[in-house]
């Protein structure tokens, strides 16, 4: 994956990331079906859930589906973050990606859990390099 650079700001150097990083997979099932379907909430808790894992959030970008269901995507300066629900099975996908060591994607498990309010969940944390 080609991320060159981050800018923490106009005036700060250049932030070279590191080919390496955490990725975590969250299967989120029996969830609060009122919030499945509802995109400007499942766009903002994608933005909450990214920010506490202590990344940058560059875009978000979110689709509503016919008849049910969002898709949400975060790009991050540190990688990217996705979350796709499935109102008509209950169930909500979310995957996230950060280069390096600084961010924790595992910090966006509670943000996820407190407004989702999951019955199971199913998680996997891989590191990649």
Not at 19 to 32: V, W, Y
Not at 72 to 83: D, F, I, Q, R
Not at 99 to 128: M, Y
């Amino acid at each position: 994956m080609a991320h060159p650079t981050q800018q923490k700001s106009p005036s700060a150097s250049t932030i070279l990331h590191e080919a390496s990083g955490f990725h975590l997979l969250l299967t989120l099932k029996d969830c609060d079906p009122a919030l499945l379907n509802d995109l400007p909430k499942l766009q903002e808790l994608t933005r909450a859930a990214a920010e506490a894992t202590g990344a940058t959030v560059l875009e978000i970008c979110t689709k509503q589906f016919s008849p049910v269901g969002v898709t949400s995507m975060a790009v991050l300066a540190e990688s990217h973050a996705s979350l796709h629900t499935y109102p008509e099975a209950n169930v909500v996908f979310w995957d996230i990606f950060t280069c390096g060591t600084i961010c924790k994607p595992e910090l966006s498990i509670d943000v996820l859990t407190s407004a989702l309010k999951p019955g199971t969940i199913t998680k996997r944390l891989i590191k990649r390099n």
